[in-house]
């Protein structure tokens, strides 16, 4: 009980953000009227996905520094996980973008970089599987995932700021990647930032459990 | 430490090997100017914009040829011998300086054959000039810690291709953005150099990045 009580706090956030994000009043902006709701689903799996591949990262540089397998098990089902919500915010996204851009994909430059930092991470895993020795297909995916995130960094948050984009703030190309603080509203950021913690919260359960897993599946060589 | 002399004895290693046994040059060499070829054939002389897409396309898989060998074709054995004589972060410079300096040659080569074929679409010959050196060294940056991934990987060529495509988007994009100014295209103020930069910056966080991890990629 005293280490589960962030799966409490990350069930309860969602249940607040699954029911205060369909009740509460939202300021109609432009052609977004209610699906402006989306914004408490949508972009908490970015944020989420970003935490969760940073979180991933740092196991591999941990990894490397002590040659400890777990860490790298860890990397790797962080990773996995920051797939998954990943995709999410893709599917999200596109339905999101079917009732207000008209169409699910519209080469919207925040698409195109949110897909291919899919592609760079399922890389990650086509990599792991090219080698079968353990101790060397932890050392080079850490490198590669080591190196995957200095790419995925300045691919979402740097490169879709230079050109035009549908998303919200993108008219100019001074625009945020994604979020414009100022359309947010007092009472959606009380949805907002608790769906927030709540996603992330979940995707970190998620990995926790496919972590569990692996290690009671690997234990005979994990020495542990 | 990385020792000058090491690193000096490493790179001029690899350009006697390329000089002595030319067909890796050579073979290169044939490739840009069969692709470039079959191009012509193919689409005559493009206008500006599909040039600009085609020529980077092109230089793109001109490195993963070219840099690709410089670890697939050292040997475990010769490995080993390496790591004796030499610590990693010569080894890695060594390769880094010569990949810039191959891929640097080939950018201008290819350069050449595509003018000479596909017919001259840029406006500014010097500025586009710049930036294809620029766009070589930076490609060959990231395939060389890619190339040396892929040879731990079980010297797996095609391996450095998956991993490698989706990595270069990015400084791909910026570079067919930045070199369509070359091609007659207005930008706002500060928003050519403001790329330039960044990809400037780009490629000194990935040469920092090889320094850093080709050390944890040696040990075995």
Known sequence: MKQSWWKILAAVLLIYTFTAGFLIDVPIIGNLYQTIRNLFFHVPMWFGQMILLLVSMIYSIRYLRSGNLIYDIKAREFARTGILMGILGLVTGAIWATYTWGEPWSNDPKQIAVAIALLIYLAYFVLRNSMTDMDKRARVSSVYNIFAYFIYVPLIMVLPRLVQSLHPGGEGVEGNPALNGQDLDPTMRLVFWPAVIGWTLTGVWISQLYIRFSLHKEKNWLNV | ?220
């Open chain 2, 1 to 220: 430490m990385p020792s000058t002399q090491k690193i000096a004895a490493l790179f001029k290693k690899d350009l006697l090997l390329e000089i002595r046994q030319q067909y890796t040059f050579y073979g290169i060499l044939l490739y840009i100017a069969s692709t470039i070829f079959v191009l012509y054939l193919s689409m005559g002389q493009p206008e500006a914009s599909t040039w600009n897409g085609l020529f980077w396309m092109n230089l793109l898989f001109i490195c993963i040829n070219a840099v690709a060998k410089s670890f697939l074709q050292e040997s475990r054995g010769r490995m080993l011998y390496y790591y004796s004589i030499a610590g990693a972060l010569d080894f890695i410079i060594a390769k880094l300086l010569y990949n810039f300096l191959l891929m640097l040659v080939m950018s201008l080569l290819s350069l050449l054959l595509f003018s000479f074929f596909l017919g001259v679409a840029y406006s500014k010959i010097l500025l586009f000039a710049g930036i294809v050196c620029l766009g070589g060294i930076s490609i060959s940056l990231v395939f060389t810690l890619l190339a040396a991934i892929a040879a731990r990987a079980n010297q797996n060529a095609a391996l450095m291709a998956i991993l490698g495509f989706p990595l270069i988007i990015p400084q791909l994009l910026l570079l067919v953005k930045i070199s369509k100014s070359a091609f007659g295209e207005i930008f706002r103020e500060n928003a050519l150099l403001q790329m330039t930069l960044l990809l400037g910056g780009l490629d000194i966080m990935i040469v920092v990045l090889s320094l850093i991890l080709f050390p944890f990629l040696w040990k075995d």
